[in-house]
């Protein structure tokens, strides 16, 4: 699959990046001596030349602000260091956001491109709702059960750090000893929140210290018969390594001391806080509980759904869309010849035994096999619906056993920009009960092709569009995308059997209930087992998957609105599309007006398609 893009080159990037000032500064061209003739002087830059310039300023001085960002991009120039997330840090950019809103501010819009005003644009929306999560920044949580820094540094250096070259081991073994430093700034976060009452819920944290322990055991920190995580990972990368057997013992032993001395004693720390605080996190478990709960509510729904809906007419347009998938999967019954109701349906959709494969190698092998094969077969029909396709290449992979407890079923890791790494559908196999293969479908297209794959691959090699576009984020418009596809697929001719239709339902219905439950715990003032017994009430899946899925909504409060919010708006808008243009309407044209500038918010999305409709016309 083929895209035609320009990259931004390594070595400009590198030079820009090594002598950029603070991207705020405009340079203005300097005046010439009299003397010299009219003809020869410099001429003024234009508002688009200085407007070009400041967003490739303001990019490259955020990349090298975060060398983790660095390296899920390819590139190594900071690749012995960790993210700074101190106190300091975080009023440092804060700054930065405030300088770079006034100065684009300024820019003349009368004197730029369409394409240029639609940047700018962007550019303000997300600095004014960084701006607005600032206020808040003390209520996220930085460290939950879903995803934190005690499962992402294991995560990173197993899937993102490379090891190609003698440097990149001991870039390696630096950021190991880097591992103290960052849960220090942890774990001042955490006491920051606790003067302030902000905590997680008190049953998260078994789940956060058993994580942590997890990856702190086996060799070289304790005598056991399995070596740890990241001693595996970086033994197995130094193996592949062609250098001298007296290089790699050195290295090896290197590793081995920053993990005793610095990574040990590091997530030693960051337990005994966690242990702490869990005794005096206050009860309950949605926002609501927490001191400007509501407020703070407020912004994760205008965060994630990039609308101003508020709880209630979210929580409504759940309980609409609830009744109205409910309506489509009796026909699914109806198709099948399942005589009783939806609720003995949805018991036997989770019990029978031809749902789900062993929790055995052999049936995650036979997951794994199949899952490619969907998005093989998905592949063979992209050009007839897309005209941008993505070069990157997608491969599928099983979620780690380190964090394959505690994370979601299924998830997504964009390719890295020099396309050394690929994108990466992530399924969570740990309890195959969890992965019904009526399911199987709509995952690997919402995770893969063409639904997150595309969208975020093609995003990053898109080309004629600032850097920082490519990267900014808007979740309705993301996974709402992701959602779209789990229905286009059907209209694409699959879901041939009506058990995989009956699943790609089932998905859209886990979505709509999401506005029901997650609204329902944070402003509502539901219980995790009151939300854990709605979904079970009203979908198909197990009840561990349900319990994953709410302690999920409520580490991560409105997230998990962002879906369906995002869906529901693209839908509408192909099917006005379709209403006005008739047969003039293209699936290809349609497609690519979404994808073809990046994340945009679903109000500059809805201006976008009706400007693309008048085209059209």
């Not at 609204?519 to 319990?547: C, F, M, Q």
């Not at 409105?558 to 006005?576: D, F, P």
């Not at 109000?603 to 398609?609: H, P, S």
Request: glycine fraction near 4%; charged fraction near 25%.
């Amino acid at each position: 699959m083929k895209i035609t893009r320009t990259l931004f080159p390594l070595s400009v990037l590198a030079m820009s990046l090594m002598g950029c000032s603070q991207p705020e500064q405009q340079t203005q061209p300097q005046a010439q001596p009299q003397e010299v003739s009219a003809e020869k002087q410099q001429a003024p830059e234009t508002e688009s030349a200085r407007l070009t310039r400041y967003f490739e300023n303001m990019f490259d001085a955020d990349l090298k602000r975060s060398p983790m960002y660095q390296s899920y991009l390819g590139y190594k120039w900071d690749y012995d260091k960790w993210n700074d997330i101190s106190e300091a840090s975080n009023d440092e950019q804060k700054q930065i956001q405030l300088t770079r809103l006034e100065d684009l501010k300024g820019f003349d819009k009368s004197q730029l491109s369409d394409q240029q005003k639609l940047s700018l644009d962007i550019a303000i929306v997300d600095l004014q709702r960084r701006l607005a999560n600032d206020e808040f920044r003390h209520h996220t949580y930085i460290m939950h059960q879903f995803r934190a820094i005690h499962t992402v540094v294991p995560s990173f250096l197993s899937n993102i750090h490379k090891i190609d070259t003698l440097k990149d081991a001991e870039d390696y073994i630096s950021r190991l000893n880097g591992v103290e430093t960052l849960f220090a700034q942890t774990i001042e976060q955490l006491q920051i929140r606790e003067k302030l009452g902000v905590f997680p819920p008190k049953w998260s944290y078994d789940q956060m210290i058993q994580a942590s322990q997890n990856v702190i055991s086996g060799n070289p920190f304790a005598e056991s018969a399995e070596d740890s995580t990241i001693w595996n990972d970086f033994q197995a990368k130094l193996d592949k390594l062609e250098i001298s057997n007296a290089e790699k013992s050195g290295l090896s032993a290197q590793a081995r001391q920053a993990l005793q001395d610095s990574v040990l004693p590091a997530y030693q720390a960051l337990i005994a806080e966690l242990q702490k605080q869990r005794q005096i996190t206050p009860d309950g478990d949605g926002v609501w509980r927490l001191p400007d709960g509501d407020k703070w509510y407020d912004n994760r729904l205008a965060w994630f759904t990039t609308t101003d809906y508020n709880a209630d007419q979210v929580h409504q347009i759940g309980l609409e869309n609830v009744e109205r998938i409910h309506t489509l999967m009796r026909d699914i019954m109806k198709q099948v010849n399942f005589e009783g109701s939806l609720k003995e349906f949805f018991e036997f959709m989770r019990t029978s035994p031809q749902f789900y494969y062993p929790s055995n190698d052999e049936g995650r092998q036979r997951y794994m096999a199949e899952a490619k094969a969907l998005i093989d077969q998905m592949e063979t029909k992209i050009p007839e619906y897309f005209g941008l396709t993505p070069e990157a290449r997608m491969v599928v992979k099983r979620v780690e056993a380190f964090r394959e407890k505690s994370a979601g079923k299924a998830f997504y890791q964009s390719p890295s920009k020099d396309g050394s790494r690929p994108g990466t559908y992530y399924a969570n196999l740990y309890n195959m009960q969890d992965m019904p293969t009526y399911q199987m479908e709509a995952l690997a297209y919402h995770e893969g092709i063409p639904g997150h794959h595309m969208q975020r691959a093609i995003a990053q090699e898109l080309d004629g569009i600032p850097e920082f576009q490519k990267y900014v984020s808007f979740t309705a418009y993301t996974e709402g995308w992701g959602l779209y596809t789990e229905e286009l697929a059907k209209d694409m001719g699959f879901y041939e059997d009506p058990y995989s239709d009956f699943g790609r339902l089932a998905m859209e219905l886990w979505r709509a209930c999401r506005l029901v439950v997650d609204t329902g715990i944070h402003a509502k003032k539901w219980s995790r087992e009151e939300a854990i017994a709605y979904l079970i009430e009203n979908t198909p899946n197990p009840e561990n998957d349900s319990v994953k899925a709410i302690e999920r909504y409520i580490a991560m409060p409105g997230q998990a609105t962002a879906y369906m919010i995002g869906k529901l708006k693209i839908m509408e808008l192909r099917a006005n599309a379709m209403e006005q243009l008739g047969n003039k309407f293209d699936y290809r044209g349609f497609h690519d007006e979404i994808l073809k500038d990046g994340p945009v918010p679903l109000n500059i999305l809805e201006n976008k398609i009706q400007s693309w409709v008048a085209s059209q016309k």
